[in-house]
């Protein structure tokens, strides 16, 4: 108690210390002056009064000294000193000042942003009760990969038989919402009834799903809101529990809204509403049988009960899998004995679930991984800037610097002093560039919704841990720039220096080494991140350059789902017939066509085909990808007929002849010709699809992609509900966006349209993720070029005005402006040389052992 | 000693408590003033006492000392503590004195 009162009246002291020296003064004053009183009364002559109340006092400066360190906390204040000097200092050359911090805000911003990126995508975990215990359930699958998809019945039995504490199994699916008069696409999850259970999330309004929720099929049309889906559409409003809104034209109940800032457990990608899972035959047409063994289809997490071993849970579910396995293939004639032993030789994996399980963290890991280490070095070499900035400045201090030392102040001191100023430097540096990562992770999240694996809604910005984080980058940054200046203009021979000889002498020579040696360091830096932005660059320009098989311009595409309102199959086609209809009527428009997939929106449709006269080696098949296309697709696309025709329109409707358009990879790889025309394909022991064209290979699902086996199928075979529009038209196709949806609403205004873009827009969404590499890598190689440029005009710059006296003396002697030109050129080129040559040789060495990091260790054994 | 000098005197000034320590202790503990002071901002720290500027006997601004309730504690607590060292003290010197 009594040491608490004294911490905190040393607290205030500390803080009212002037006033506090001030009475003590008048207080020691007073006791002096009486004590005078006393000795002049006793008899004694005005000046031996004094003298002896002195002397009776004692050393005054001592008890003050003695005072202030009890009253304050001496420490704080010296630290609170260094500080005051330090803003002194900066302020006293202000543009030293707004330069050193600027490079460390664009240095400290630029590793801010990319960290709070990699924070959201590959860190944090999932807002959920105990994360560490959550677990994906995969299976090994026979490709040697991992499939997470499994059927209902699985689910069931892990659920019963397996060790887990306990277990969820979720699918999500774009669908639209009604909601008064708007319908929105949105994403919704079906999730069995234990998935708030599991993940120990709770409801903010209302409640959340029980296990009764899902046990009836269809008797439990309710739904869950993810919260910031519920500020946005329904404008948070707590009335909307008891209210019906509709998922694919089907009534649900909302029941409540999810805990704050949980979105379900795909990053990235936020799930807006969740239903039980037992509804979606309701919603989603040929969801019927969605417990059949036969449909592998169903994500799974687990919760690991805390005393049961990760691998004791994992043997048990092996078991529970194994089991299932054997009652399903262990006795079937229709697969073969290589085929059967396969998939019985499959196992049960599971992968720590605590991040959840993301698309973009897959794509995005490395190159985010790269740009970390990118923003590192262009921070380095921002470090590097400043630590010059900072030796500079220390010339110009030498003779300050020499008369404290001179004076008795420690080393120890004043290299603190002097890293307080760096240490400030740093974090002012560091306050900007948090500053600056909120408007860029902001424009970072707008390149990331484009991307169709992230939600609308995904928004990353610098949290509690990202500022941490950057304060202690800031922290390192300047130690690694403030040390080495500090302890530098600290060690100094006293006598040249406070004579100025180092200013023109030997003293600065080492010195001036050092700054060589830092602008080196940032040249050798500066080159990986320029040639790397050039390889990014390089490459994106190539993939703009490839030949797509189809042509560019003047497409306009946008993609409907009627079944997302509840239409039935054949509503649907009748609707993209109407639509057809009604978009061909339009003025410039020069052909109309649909397609389910194969225009670069990254879906894929495949499918097993029989191929007649070929005959699959074992294990292996015919996996073509499919799509379903309306009339005039070649023609729209323009993707060039080799052989054959296209579709015309009595390929369509019931009972037309059944045919199909396959591409020449196709050709090539199943029927060894391109005279395939007349051939047949097909889906089982038959073939019965009579090929009618041959067209040329075209890119489907992305442009990074080789050319694949394409089977076109007349619409409706193979489509599923969600079609996409293509127009070709006269001028710039953005300009009938606004009549194509007209047209849409026209039909059914509940309709949403999504993917409303022209192709050259598509190819830019698509190529988004080198896009965004490419901007950013050129961005910071350009940046670092700038601040190495700095570098070198900083040190050029010091070392004429070092030299100046020896420039005089060179001129009198007759040297002419080219000699000293000459000179001062060759410093800072040598300078450059140096580096080039360094970051040229790191690169080579670099290449060629990166390479033999990947050497299988079968082919360097086989070298031998 | 500050203490029982603010117990006996009432407020005091940081001189005048000098004077009587001085005198208590018949001039036998000639302690530097000066000292005095970081002694009494410990015990004001402590909340023993207070501090108030005031007018002296001879109008003099000065700084007056008052003991608090806690520093009336502190220093019953205080005397009892010395009372019982001293006892034992004593005690052991009656002992030692009976031994030889």
């Known amino acids: ?46 000046a031996e009064a004094r003298r002896q109340a002195h002397l009776k006092f004692g050393n005054v400066e001592l008890a003050k000294e003695e005072y202030r360190d009890r009253r304050g906390l001496p420490a704080m204040e010296t630290f609170a000193r260094d500080i005051r000097y330090a803003v002194r200092g900066l302020r006293r050359s202000p543009e030293f000042t707004l330069v050193a911090i600027l490079t460390l805000a664009l240095g400290i911003g630029a590793n801010t942003a990319i960290y709070s990126f990699l924070d959201v995508l590959l860190m944090r975990s999932l807002p959920v009760d105990a994360p560490e215990q959550l677990v994906l359930v995969g299976v090994s699958s026979q490709q040697g990969q991992t499939t997470t998809r499994h059927s209902y019945p699985l689910y069931e039995n892990l659920r019963t038989d397996a060790g887990f504490a306990d277990l969820f199994a979720e699918y999500s699916w774009f669908t639209g919402m009604t909601f008064g008069e708007r319908t929105d696409r949105v994403k919704v999850n079906f999730v069995t009834g234990s998935y708030f259970k599991v993940l120990g999330v709770d409801a903010s309004v209302g409640r959340t799903f029980t296990l009764e929720d899902d046990q009836t099929n269809g008797d439990h049309f309710v739904a869950v809101l993810e919260h910031g889906f519920w500020q946005r559409r329904f404008g948070g409003s707590h009335d909307i529990v008891g209210r019906t809104i509709r998922l694919a034209d089907q009534p649900f109940t909302v029941i409540g809204v999810a805990a704050r800032g949980f ?12 239903v039980p899972l037992s509804t979606i035959p309701k919603v989603r047409a040929g969801y019927d049988d969605y417990q059949s063994a036969g449909m592998s289809w169903l994500q799974m997490i687990a919760r690991l009960s805390p005393d049961v071993p990760a691998e004791d849970a994992r043997a048990a579910a092996d078991v529970v899998y194994r089991r299932a ?70 010339v110009v201090r030498q003779r300050e610097i020499a008369i404290r030392l001179a004076v008795g102040a420690s080393r120890l001191k004043l290299v603190r002093q002097l890293l307080t100023e760096s240490m400030l430097l740093s974090l002012l540096g560091g306050a900007c560039g948090a500053l600056l990562a909120w408007p860029s992770t902001y424009a970072l999240s707008m390149v990331l919704r484009s991307d169709p694996a992230a939600g609308e809604s995904i928004l990353i910005q610098p949290d509690a841990r990202v500022l941490a984080f950057t304060a202690l980058v800031s922290v390192l940054a300047a130690i690694a720039f403030g040390l080495l ?36 360091g940032q040249i050798t830096l500066t080159l990986p991140l320029l040639l790397g932005a050039v390889l990014i660059v390089q490459t994106l320009r190539n993939l703009y350059e490839t030949d797509l098989g189809f042509a560019r311009e003047n497409v306009l595409q946008a993609s409907v789902n009627p079944m997302s309102v509840g239409y039935s199959r054949d509503e649907t086609t009748s609707f993209f017939r109407r639509l057809i209809q009604r978009v061909r009527a339009e003025p410039g428009i020069v052909f109309a066509t649909i397609a389910n997939a194969g225009g670069l929106l990254g879906d894929e449709y495949i499918r097993v085909f029989s191929v007649e006269g070929h005959q699959p080696a074992p294990g292996e098949g015919v996996f073509p990808r499919v799509s379903s296309i309306g009339s005039d697709y070649f023609k729209t696309l323009g993707v060039p007929l080799v052989r054959g025709r296209g579709f015309e329109e009595s390929d369509y409707g019931e009972g037309a002849p059944k045919v199909a358009v396959v591409n020449e990879a196709m050709a090539r790889q199943y029927f060894e010709t391109a005279q395939v025309v007349g051939r047949k394909l097909g889906y089982g022991k038959k073939p019965n699809i009579d090929i009618v064209g041959v067209v040329r290979g075209s890119k489907y699902s992305s442009i990074r992609e080789e050319p694949r086996p394409i089977v076109y199928l007349p619409y409706p075979a193979m489509s599923f509900g969600g079609m996409t529009i293509y127009l070709r038209t006269t001028g710039n196709p953005a300009e009938w966006a606004r009549a194509l949806q007209r047209e849409v609403r026209e039909i059914d205004s509940r309709l949403p349209v999504f993917n409303l873009k022209t192709m050259t827009a598509n190819i830019d969404d698509s190529l988004r993720l080198e896009r965004f590499l490419a901007g950013l890598t050129s961005g910071f190689s350009l940046l670092a070029l700038l601040l190495t440029a700095v570098g070198i005009y900083g040190v050029t710059h010091y070392s004429v005005r070092q030299r100046t006296h020896e420039m005089g003396i060179r001129r009198a002697i007759g040297a002419q402006d080219s000699d000293i030109l000459t000179l001062v050129l060759r410093g800072g080129l040598t300078v450059t040389a140096i580096g080039v040559s360094i970051g040229v040789a790191a690169a080579a060495c670099y290449v060629p052992a990166r390479r033999a990091t990947q050497v299988d260790p079968m082919t360097a054994l086989r070298h031998e | 000693m500050v203490l029982k000098t603010l117990d006996m005197m009432g407020p005091q000034h940081g001189y005048g408590i000098a004077r009587r320590i001085e005198q208590t202790s018949g001039d036998l503990l000639a302690i530097n003033h000066g000292t005095l002071y970081p002694v009494l901002l410990k015990l004001e720290q402590e909340g023993a006492i207070a501090s108030k500027w005031g007018v002296s006997d001879n109008n003099r601004k000065a700084k007056f000392y008052r003991l608090t309730k806690t520093g009336r504690r502190q220093l019953a607590s205080e005397r009892r503590q010395w009372e019982q060292t001293t006892e034992i003290i004593a005690a052991f010197f009656a002992a030692s004195g009976e031994q030889p």
């Not at chain 1, 005078?36 to 009364?41: A, G, M, P």
């Not at chain 1, 979105?263 to 969740?274: E, H, K, L, Q, Y």
């Not at chain 1, 280490?373 to 900035?389: D, Y």
Request: net charge positive.
């Open chain 1, 263 to 274: 979105s379900g457990t795909n990053i990235g990608m936020g799930d807006a509403v969740w």
């Open chain 1, 1 to 46: 108690m009594k040491a608490l009162r004294r911490l905190w009246s040393r607290l205030t002291g500390a803080l009212v210390g002037h006033r506090r020296a001030a009475d003590l003064r008048d207080e020691m004053q007073s006791h002096i002056e009486m004590q005078t009183e006393d000795n002049l009364r006793t008899g004694m002559s005005p």
């Open chain 1, 325 to 394: 396995l054997q009652q399903r293939f262990g006795e079937s004639k229709s697969l073969t004995p290589e085929r059967r032993q396969r998939l019985l030789a499959t196992e049960v994996l599971l992968e720590p679930g605590g991040r959840g399980r993301s698309e973009l963290r897959f794509r995005y890991e490395k190159p985010l991984r790269i740009l970390m280490v990118g923003v590192g070095l262009l921070l380095l070499i921002a470090c590097a800037n400043v630590a010059n900035l900072l030796l500079a400045k220390a």
């Open chain 1, 485 to 520: 200046p500090a302890l530098r203009s600290t060690h100094q021979d006293l006598s040249l220096a406070l004579k100025g000889v180092s200013r023109s002498g030997a003293g600065g020579f080492s010195r001036w080494h050092l700054r060589d040696g830092l602008v080196v």
